[in-house]
């Protein structure tokens, strides 16, 4: 079977981020998404005060340029105020030309 | 700790879809999977039309070639009429050879 | 972006284990976890008997010592009794100095 190989792009933050993330994914390239639900623990980052609570768990599969847009803007727009986990693993990808916007 | 070299398997899907897509995983292989819930957009593939909606995304962890075959089986049953995301990620696992049947 | 290079660890257990589990993780070294809920089936380990039922899908990002400590304690004080599945992906992280305790 032949496979593109993408970058899977992972965001963990607090529910009510969702609609806000998930526009500016679309908009840095990412053609779909999945979300699903956690709960979790972790430090908050700057304050690094603790948060517990419900958590959206978002999935993007992107082209590596894409990827590096969506971590920059992530790490511009809300690490100073939110508790937003973000990090990209290297997956092979059937059908992959349909992740290229 | 000793780590086996195996890959996990993900597939995203329309929740519909789930236990053919099980049957046929379990068929081609895998001794096992878990499924979790998800909901979210992207492109259908052939006819490129949106869809939106509550989907499963199940993982396996299997040998190279059972990947093989799934992701192989997966593209000609379903990417004509269905929107199905596969992807492989490598991992390493403990208790490795409980995954090989 | 400057991200990272961690470990991500992923337990797939019984329920009933979470808080067992996140106890376990947090005294090794994590600062954090996510929390996710799979259904599956798979094979129990030892007694190769077959189980089936809600199990939790814990995510944890760790630096690579202590992904091993974790592995370590889980194949020791879980894998003779439970169903028990553990593996580690490679990661990229963003704010990845914050994964360190």
């Known amino acids: 079977v ?3 190989p ?6 963990v933050a607090e529910a009510i981020l ?7 994914i679309v908009r840095l390239g990412a053609s ?3 979300v699903g639900h956690v709960h979790g623990q972790g430090s908050r980052g700057v ?8 958590n959206v768990r978002i999935e993007v599969i992107v082209p590596p340029d894409v990827a ?12 100073e105020h939110y508790a937003v986990i973000a990090y ?8 992959g030309d349909k992740y290229v916007t």
């Open 18 to 24: 969702e609609p806000q993330l998930l526009a500016d």
């Open 88 to 95: 990209t693993t290297d997956v092979d990808v059937i059908r």
């Open 68 to 79: 590096e847009a969506i971590l920059y803007h992530i790490a511009q727009r809300y690490f």
């Open 47 to 54: 304050r690094a005060s603790e948060w517990e609570g419900k």
């Open 2 to 4: 032949a496979t593109v």
């Open 6 to 11: 993408l970058k899977l792009v992972t965001l």
């Open 32 to 34: 779909g998404y999945s």
